[in-house]
């Protein structure tokens, strides 16, 4: 079993930043091996890939987020994190940390992000 905690969220004004951390644990589980993403969901709306890191270290982005967010990851401390820079109102989400290993996919409880003035 894997256990994803992410953290970092909070309320941030249009145009702020957040770093997002999510820290994965379990038993008998290499972190490096898997790819690794967030996801977001705002109300009333469908969850979507905000962004995906591969184990050699690819990744792709929503277009809505390209050149505002970075996703990295650090395999010595198994985690991944999720740079937001000039943050807009309609990145409002609870924003999801997941590993993929293919045949299952590992859903952390999530984070709110709210960006308010």
């Known amino acids: 079993q894997v256990q994803l905690v992410e953290s970092g969220g909070g309320l941030v004004q249009p145009g702020g930043s957040l770093r997002l951390s999510c820290a994965a644990s379990g038993s008998i589980f290499a972190f490096s091996t898997y790819a690794m993403g967030w996801y977001r969901q705002a109300p009333g709306e469908k969850r979507e890939l905000v962004a995906r890191?591969?184990?050699?270290?690819?990744?792709n982005y929503a277009d809505s987020v390209k050149g505002r967010f970075t996703i990295s990851r650090d395999n010595a401390k198994n985690t991944v994190f999720l740079q937001m820079n000039s943050l807009k109102p309609e990145d409002t989400a609870v924003y999801y940390c997941?590993?993929?290993?293919?045949?299952?996919?590992?859903w952390g409880q999530g984070t709110q992000v709210t960006v308010s003035s």
């Open positions: 890191i591969t184990n050699s270290g690819s990744t």
């Open positions: 997941i590993q993929d290993r293919i045949t299952r996919v590992y």
